[in-house]
């Protein structure tokens, strides 16, 4: 027997949200299918076999070690989003994996279980278990993860019709996430962490509400995008062209260096996009954009889709 689970891609942190908010997206997914084998490898296209070199195959190890499951599991893994951009491909993978084997297993886990053995698997392409893109990715929309003393998953809903514009630089970065966890200060001052807070509870709140002030407001972030900027210099001039053009936001996406931009029916999607063409090619840099709308979580293939 084999299951295959198809998990969506993610934006992670949202300007002021570090490591605690994140969103599904509909641009790209990444099909994982698992089934027992001799020995526990991970199979697909310039994919380790080692499954302790990637996330879906550590996130799969812990979940088997953790619940004492005596098999070999084979993952295969069918990659459609792209790796390295910001864009929570190797948390989908991840994700994919824990699901497909609750499936398999008959495991009947709760969404925090997956997601706590999920963002294990995180370890292998970042150094540390972030829980953000692996939890909007397990439970589709906008998600909010606390990873306090227990870790608690919740699916905020959001009460108007945004499409999200992708900015995707053809920038590659050796160990990325790893080098950009790396860059953040290990200390704040008051203000800033006082400012942080206010953005955060913004942005929730006007997701929630549909006030688009509110979450430009929350779109933005002067201690972990600030503390990053060298690796995506084109980031505040196209943010600033954006917002010009009426996006409602714009945020790094995860550790990027995509950017996502925000849009309702005031923002000028073409004029952002054509203008933030531009300004790629200013730093030398092509890039392509993509347009999508919220996705649902992570589902097993053959199964009906639960919210
Ligand atoms: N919250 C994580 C970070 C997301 O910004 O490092 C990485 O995709």
């Keep these: 027997m084999k299951i295959t689970a198809v998990a969506p891609c993610s934006s992670a942190n949202l300007g002021s949200g570090f490591d605690a908010l994140a969103i599904a997206l509909d641009a790209f997914y990444d099909r994982i299918t698992v089934g027992e ?5 991970v199979i697909g296209d310039g994919v380790p076999n080692d499954p302790t070199m990637n996330t879906a195959g550590l996130a799969a190890l812990s979940l088997i070690e953790d619940l004492g499951i005596s098999r070999n599991i084979e993952i295969r893994l069918e990659k459609g989003i792209p790796k390295g951009l910001g864009l929570g491909s190797s ?3 991840a994700a994919g994996a824990v699901v497909a084997l609750n499936s398999y297993f008959g495991l009947g886990l709760t969404r925090e279980e997956l997601v706590k053995y ?3 698997g995180e370890s292998a392409a970042s ?3 972030h829980p953000d893109n692996v939890a909007a990715s397990i439970s ?3 998600t909010l993860v606390t990873h306090d003393s227990d870790l608690k998953v919740a699916k905020l809903s959001i009460s108007h019709e945004y499409r999200f514009l992708i900015a995707i630089p053809d920038i590659s970065i050796e160990n990325k996430t790893r080098m950009a966890r790396q860059m953040i200060p290990k200390s ?3 203000n800033d962490y006082s400012r ?3 953005r955060t509870a913004s942005l929730i709140a006007g997701l929630m509400q549909g006030d688009r002030d509110l979450i430009r407001i929350g779109m933005n972030d002067d201690v972990v995008e600030s503390s990053r900027l060298p690796l995506f210099p084109y980031y505040p001039d196209v943010k600033k062209s954006a917002l010009e053009h009426n996006a409602v936001g714009v945020a790094v ?3 990027g260096p995509s950017i996502l931009i925000l849009c309702d029916e005031l923002s000028d999607m073409e004029s952002i996009r054509r203008s933030a063409e531009l300004i790629l090619s200013k730093y030398g840099i092509s890039g392509r954009f993509v347009e999508a709308g919220i996705s649902g979580g992570t589902y097993v293939e053959g199964t009906p889709i639960s919210d």
Excluded: K
């Excluded at 084998?37 to 490898?41: D, E, I, K, L, P």
């Design 37 to 41: 084998s001799h020995t526990f490898r």
């Design 91 to 93: 948390g989908a993978s």
């Design 118 to 120: 999920a963002m294990i």
């Design 127 to 129: 150094g540390s278990p």
């Design 140 to 142: 589709g929309g906008l």
């Design 188 to 190: 704040i001052p008051l």
């Design 196 to 198: 942080a807070i206010a």
């Design 253 to 255: 996406s995860g550790a």
